[in-house]
């Protein structure tokens, strides 16, 4: 813009500008800076929980843990968090150099000293023939990395630098293995696959010795590393066995290659510094680490070709582990842990050479990658990864934004959509359609080639078509077509399928028609459309809705339910029967097979920089994505799914927050500690802490609880048997293979126990057995009382029907008949038969109405009057209330008093006249009747009685009252019978008054 603003201010005209313009801007700008792929990594450190930046050895145990040895103690790490052991927690020494796991899954810590010590069952225990090592090794300058080893005679192996091998037995002897004479280097198979190694570290020594279980033999190695310098001391050395038995040996700087005693090749490392790592991989290649920094992927086939990938190579890798996910971890010397979910997965580096990170369409052919970016315009990145970068030629945008790319291999040349101008490279130089000034010409997004010649372009203003470089159409101009057209795709019968913001639009024989109109799947923002090859089917990439389908008149729908990574579609390729879908969720890879097709999705858990990708080309079965953080490939025949299924672990069982020991071998909880925290940790280290669990609590609920929480709780179990087990799923779907899972007992309480239960049923018994006895000692009480009320009923209804009342009644009502006064006799005879009537009728019950007891009562005075030639008045009241003759009570409970008070009180009176009144008064929960009479008084009555018959004693009161006090007892009611005696003013007796209390509700009946 400067140099354009110079030239204009000089006058020069306007042709003579735009050609030298041209000239500047159509140069290539080349940036000579080799940038090297690699793949992505998290880094672990200090800050992470990393108990040292300084890490010798990275090593999984069979449970899943990821265990580092550092200088400053070992950490142990479970995808979450590291937890750390130091001196304070029971290491010998804080410098481990070594990790190692033996046949108890103890987990052997091997320090720069030689003391040992292991971790068992959450804590640990030194070794306990430490000071036997310490003598023995007075003069090492170390373990020797690998040659730790524990048989299941519990025979400790152990190398140290300059030392030489030696053994400890369980009971402690100590044996050395000393190198022959003149031998150097010895190596031992202690089983197979197994090397410990041992070197005497003389100056002297020149010779191999290998005792192996399948063979031995012996090689002067310094013919083999071409060295005749005498004083070649080996120092840093590892043996390991590969897939056909061959010997991959490292001694110093030298990597050696052994089938038997023959040397089969060798290598000596890059810097000719010692080798500090070496390892294969699951393929039969090798991992070489070496002092001058950096790691080595070193293929089996081409021992001495170019390394297969270069890691880390300004870091001192000491270890190299691949772990049961197929990631690999690196430690370093003095920069913490490097973790690489996937290694063929390569990123390029972003750097300056670069015009942008932001990367919107990406393109591979035979020479190289064009990159198009958000916010600049292309890089062409060559096979030797040098960038050249080219500039676009639209002078008003200095920062374009690149679409797309189109390569029309028969041109040679590669089209540019970039976001004012239609350019493209060719033969190294930029040009773009039509004279100046461009940007006023239409926004391109998309262009392909027509089946009819030329080609057909999407842009934000419609349809568009360039032949020999002009455009020949333009919707906007032609038919009013204005929309934004995002992607578009021909078919075989020449019809042009649109993507624009509305929904999918068709354009055949100059006509654009809306399909929204005829189904309602395609009424939707698409971003991405292909016609796939195989069947002339057209593809759709939606923003939200999946991949719509669509072949003749059937339409079909792919979403995340049929294993889309995401619904919201970027771009879609066609490539070699695979259709790849990129989102803004990931990457997938549709196979196609017929009508069926098997679905392969990529994330960040796979390598990727990040989920979202803008933009997809393959190349050779290479595959390179664009992404808003640059540029990564992969070859897509390397990309193999890890099926392993994650392994899971219960770390804490608490009780009450009580830890519980998983050791042992029956656990039990009193029904009281029924509250329980549970915590797990599933292995999925490419998750980094996101792991997807399920779980469930056999015994109280089958079905599976689902989670990202690593623990659980349960409140208030009942008693019973328990199995908690959980799961875990793996980075791609996969639930691990047997469940995580602790066993347990609730004790029910006591109450619920079989020797309570069993002393509830004796108690039970025996407290029915002593009911039952009272109950039939009760019940026969009852019949022994109700004999008794019905004897002292009949002897009420004996006395009531006294034969002298009978004999005098009669007699009265005689003298009546012989006086010849008819209506008297008829009625009194009248009255006393009713009397007899109702007498043994209320016999027949043990309760009556009050009603019924005054009209016998009635009856019984009348007759009695009569008896006694009127010699006495009665009267009865009971108020104005008439609900009280409803009232049950007891069976001639009221006539024995009446009948004492005239026949002992009235009955003796000489001259006066006598009268008797009783009395029925309502107490609310009792009726009180009170018989009261001017006779002539209790003691009067004794007397006489005593004077006139001696022998004969009354037994009507003392009936009655034994009567009272058995209904008593029956009913458990109060009955009462209170005798007064009446005095006038000077003391004389002038009568008596009984009042008796009868309960209202006295309702059981008295059997007849």
């Not at 039970?764 to 002593?770: Q, V, Y």
Request: hydrophobic residues 35%; charged residues 25%; positive net charge.
């Amino acid at each position: 813009m400067t140099l354009l603003r110079s030239l204009i201010c000089l006058s020069i005209p306007k042709r003579f500008v735009w050609t030298i313009f041209f000239f500047v801007i159509s140069q290539l700008f080349l940036v000579a800076s080799a940038q090297n792929p690699e793949p992505v990594y998290r880094r672990y450190t200090i800050n992470d929980g990393l108990p040292s930046s300084m890490v010798y050895h990275a090593f999984q145990d069979s449970k899943g843990y990821i265990w580092f040895a550092t200088s400053n103690g070992v950490s142990r790490f479970d995808g979450y968090k590291f937890e750390n052991f130091d001196l304070q927690s029971g290491l010998v020494d804080n410098d481990v150099f070594e990790i190692y796991e033996d046949y108890k899954h103890r987990i052997w810590f091997i320090p720069m000293s030689g003391k040992l010590c292991y971790y068992e069952n959450g804590k640990i225990s030194q070794f306990k023939y430490n000071d036997l090592i310490a003598r023995h090794t007075k003069n090492t300058r170390g373990p020797v990395k690998g040659s730790f080893y524990v048989n299941t005679h519990d025979f400790v192996y152990l190398s140290m630098k300059f030392v030489s091998r030696f053994s400890i037995s369980p009971e402690g002897v100590l044996r050395s293995f000393v190198n022959k004479e003149n031998c150097g280097i010895e190596v031992f198979e202690i089983v197979k696959g197994k090397p410990l190694i041992s070197f005497s570290g003389t100056y002297f020594s020149r010779v191999l010795r290998y005792d192996g279980i399948d063979d031995d033999f012996e090689i002067d190695y310094t013919k083999i590393f071409k060295s005749d310098d005498p004083r070649f001391i080996p120092f840093h050395i590892f043996f390991t066995h590969t897939n056909d038995r061959s010997i991959i040996m490292s001694v110093n700087s030298w990597l050696i290659k052994f089938k038997g005693d023959i040397v089969v090749d060798g290598r000596r490392s890059k810097n000719k510094t010692d080798i500090l790592w070496v390892s294969p991989d699951k393929q039969n290649n090798f991992w070489i680490s070496e002092l001058s920094g950096g790691v080595q992927l070193i293929d089996f086939d081409k021992f001495n070709g170019e390394p297969i990938l270069t890691l880390l190579e300004n870091y001192k890798v000491t270890s190299v582990l691949s772990d049961n996910e197929g990631a690999y971890w690196f430690t370093t010397l003095n920069d913490g842990v490097f973790y690489y979910p996937n290694i063929n997965v390569l990123k390029v580096k972003n750097s300056k050479e670069f015009a942008d990170s932001r990367v919107n369409a990406v393109l591979a052919n035979k020479d190289g990658v064009y990159i198009g970016y958000d916010f600049a315009y292309v890089d062409f990145l060559d096979r030797k990864w040098i960038v050249t970068y080219y500039k676009s030629p639209n002078y008003s945008v200095p920062k374009n934004t690149v679409r797309s790319f189109f390569e029309d291999s028969a041109r040679n040349r590669i089209w540019v959509c970039s976001i004012s101008n239609l350019s493209w490279i060719e033969n190294g130089k930029v040009k773009a359609i039509g004279p100046p000034p461009f940007y006023n010409l239409f926004f391109p997004r998309r262009i392909i080639l027509s089946r009819s010649g030329g080609y057909w372009i999407a842009t934000t203003k419609g349809l568009a078509k360039c032949v020999d470089d002009v455009i020949i159409y333009k919707s906007e101009n032609s038919s009013g077509f204005r929309e934004l057209v995002y992607d578009l795709a021909e078919d075989y019968e020449q019809r042009v399928w649109l993507c624009t913001v509305r929904g999918i639009w068709t354009f055949s024989n100059g006509v654009f028609k809306f399909l929204g109109d005829e189904d309602s799947r395609y009424n939707q923002t698409c971003n991405s459309i292909i016609s796939n090859p195989m069947d002339s089917s057209i593809w759709i990439g939606t923003n939200g809705d999946g991949i719509i389908i669509s072949k003749g008149n059937k339409i079909s729908k792919l979403t995340t339910k049929e294993g889309l990574v995401s619904n919201s579609i970027t771009q879609l390729l066609y490539k070699s029967n695979s259709v790849w879908v990129a989102t803004r969720n990931g990457l997938t890879r549709l196979i196609l097979d017929g009508k069926k097709y098997a679905v392969k999705n990529y994330t960040i858990l796979d390598g990727l920089p990040t989920n979202e990708v803008t933009s997809i080309s393959e190349y050779r079965d290479t595959v390179y994505l664009g992404t808003p953080e640059g540029i990564c490939y992969f070859n897509k025949n390397k990309i193999v799914e890890c099926n392993n299924p994650p392994k899971i672990t219960i770390s804490k069982f608490s009780a009450k927050d009580k830890l519980v020991d998983l050791n042992l071998n029956h656990i039990e909880f009193n029904y009281h500690d029924n509250s329980f925290s549970i915590d797990f940790v599933g292995f999925v280290y490419r998750n980094a802490g996101k792991v997807n669990y399920r779980y469930r609590m056999l015994g109280l609920d089958s079905s599976w609880v689902y989670s990202q929480v690593p623990s659980c709780q349960y409140y208030g179990l009942e008693d019973g048997r328990y199995k908690f087990e959980v799961e875990a799923q793996s980075y791609n779907g996969i639930w691990s293979e047997s469940p995580a899972a602790v066993e347990f007992i609730i004790n029910p309480p006591f109450w619920k126990r079989i020797w309570f239960l069993l002393l509830l049923a004796i108690s039970f018994s025996g407290l029915f057995f002593l009911i039952y006895r009272i109950r039939v000692s009760s019940i026969h009480r009852r019949n022994d009382l109700l004999q008794n009320i019905n004897l002292y009923k009949q002897q009420s209804l004996r006395q009531q029907m006294n034969p002298h009342f009978i004999f005098n009644t009669l007699n009265s009502i005689q003298l009546y008949i012989l006086e010849k006064d008819s209506i008297s006799s008829h009625k009194y005879l009248t009255k006393f038969a009713r009397l007899m009537r109702m007498t043994l009728d209320n016999s027949l019950f043990s309760t009556i109405p009050l009603k019924d007891e005054l009209e016998s009562l009635k009856l019984y005075l009348d007759l009695e009057k009569l008896r006694l030639e009127d010699k006495f008045d009665y009267t009865i009241e009971y108020g104005s209330d008439d609900s009280i003759l409803n009232v049950e009570i007891p069976t001639l409970l009221i006539q024995p008093f009446v009948e004492n008070a005239i026949w002992h009180g009235i009955s003796l009176k000489k001259e006066q006249q006598g009268w008797l009144k009783i009395s029925i008064i309502d107490n609310v929960n009792s009726l009180i009747c009170i018989v009261e009479d001017n006779g002539v008084g209790r003691a009067m009555a004794e007397q006489i009685k005593n004077k006139q018959n001696k022998n004969h004693k009354s037994r009507g009161s003392q009936i009655t009252q034994q009567r009272i006090d058995l209904l008593g007892q029956m009913y458990k009611e109060k009955f009462s019978v209170v005798y007064n005696d009446l005095f006038d003013n000077t003391g004389d007796s002038i009568g008596t008054r009984v009042t008796v209390t009868i309960p209202k509700d006295v309702k059981v009946k008295v059997n007849k």
